[in-house]
């Protein structure tokens, strides 16, 4: 099972932005810093908590083409894919809203090393994603909105 450590690093980036939340460029972005951030956060708890909520004997190893591409490349296409309703930020984001999530988030993360190999959530355009490839589609995510949010810094 991957290390938790790339994905530790990334959150502790997500911490260092949340001061900026209120920046934004709309020539990178429609969206804030505090909306990536947010989203990020939302994303990296909500997966977690449906793995631990899910029946490994229910998993299905259906991991679509388009996941392996993606996981293979190493990156998400901007602006490509819509977020579910659930992991879409506020119409408000606050500092301290930021701050409570990224608490849980760090001990979130410790959960995923001590789940069943085939905890796993259903992902809109993936499939099937088992905590084994978990942290890889995580850190792909989190780093999808980091790049947008120095871009947005530029």
Do not use: C
Not at 13 to 22: A, G, V
Not at 68 to 77: A, D, E, H, Q, S
Request: charged share 20%.
């Amino acid at each position: 099972m991957a290390s938790t450590k790339n994905l530790n690093n990334y959150i502790s980036q997500i911490e260092s932005y949340i001061p900026k939340y209120e920046f934004e460029n709309p020539e990178v972005s429609k969206s804030s810093i505090g909306w990536h951030l947010d989203h990020s956060l939302k994303v990296i708890n909500s997966v977690i908590n449906t793995l631990e909520k899910s029946n490994p004997a229910e998993y299905q190893n259906n991991f679509s083409f388009l996941g392996k591409v993606f996981f293979t490349l190493g990156f998400f296409p901007r602006g490509k894919a819509k977020a579910p309703k659930y992991v879409l930020p506020p119409n408000d984001i606050t500092k301290e809203d930021l701050l409570a999530q990224l608490e849980t988030t760090k001990t979130n993360i410790d959960v995923i090393n001590k789940l069943d190999n085939n905890a796993y959530f259903k992902h809109p355009l993936f499939g099937h994603i088992n905590t084994k490839r978990v942290n890889r589609f995580l850190m792909l995510h989190t780093n999808h909105h980091l790049k947008i949010i120095r871009d947005i810094l530029k």
